[in-house]
């Protein structure tokens, strides 16, 4: 289904044989979200390993 979505969307168009590659749209997207990639991963790489803790903190204890 996603495949499906993907590709009624014009994002990836389906080859000859068989698979699939990215449309210039698709591309052109990719470009679009490389800011958003690179902010997501100077947060994680600020923030992830706080905020890891304190959701680890409220999981039940795990096997001895």
């Known amino acids: 289904q996603r495949l499906a ?14 698979r699939y590659d990215l449309t210039g749209l698709g591309q052109s997207l990719g470009a679009a979200l490389e800011p958003l990639t690179a902010w997501s991963d100077r947060w994680a790489s600020e923030n992830a390993p706080a905020a890891v803790i304190e959701n680890t903190r409220s999981l039940p204890p795990g096997p001895a």
């Open 5 to 18: 979505e993907l590709t009624g969307s014009g994002l990836v168009a389906q080859a000859a044989d068989t």
